[in-house]
């Protein structure tokens, strides 16, 4: 069964740094016949869920948010079967559950109309973890 955990959250000051984990399990996000659009999504109190980044697998193509372009790196590591987010000057605003998902074939829509979304529709989330930023 398909198994998205993230982590890597924690609490750190305005202008650091985090890098976030998605371990995945019960597929490949490499092999031919399971890759997929791997991405990042964060909610904050208050707020609607909103995309960050996205990777398809099979190329390591990304896509991202306005507002964390330059600031934030989505990669894989096919090795460890693990997609990860690199945040780097991060500011409150940042401050949000973050959570990893992927969409497999057929995609219901392109990555930037995920982003749009806040990633809905897409096949399997993990439960999220925390970041938190303080000024």
């Known amino acids: 069964q398909v198994q998205l955990v993230e982590s890597g959250g924690g609490s750190v000051q305005a202008g650091g740094s985090l890098r976030l984990a998605c371990a995945a399990s019960?597929?490949?996000?490499?092999?031919?016949?399971?890759?997929?659009?791997m991405g990042w999504f964060r909610q904050a109190p208050g707020k609607e869920r909103e995309g960050v980044a996205i990777?398809?697998?099979?190329?390591?193509?990304?896509w991202y948010a306005d507002s964390v372009k330059g600031r934030f790196t989505i990669s894989q590591d096919n090795a460890k079967n693990t997609v990860y987010l690199q945040m780097n000057s991060l500011n409150p605003e940042d401050t949000a559950m973050y959570y990893c998902?992927?969409?497999?074939?057929?995609?219901?829509?392109?990555?930037?109309?995920?982003?749009?979304?806040?990633?809905?529709?897409?096949?399997?989330w993990g439960k999220g973890t925390l970041v938190t930023i303080s000024s």
């Open positions: 998902a992927a969409d497999f074939p057929p995609y219901r829509m392109s990555p930037i109309q995920y982003l749009r979304v806040g990633g809905n529709g897409m096949d399997y």
């Open positions: 019960g597929y490949s996000v490499s092999v031919s016949y399971s890759v997929s659009y």
């Open positions: 990777i398809y697998t099979g190329s390591g193509i990304t």
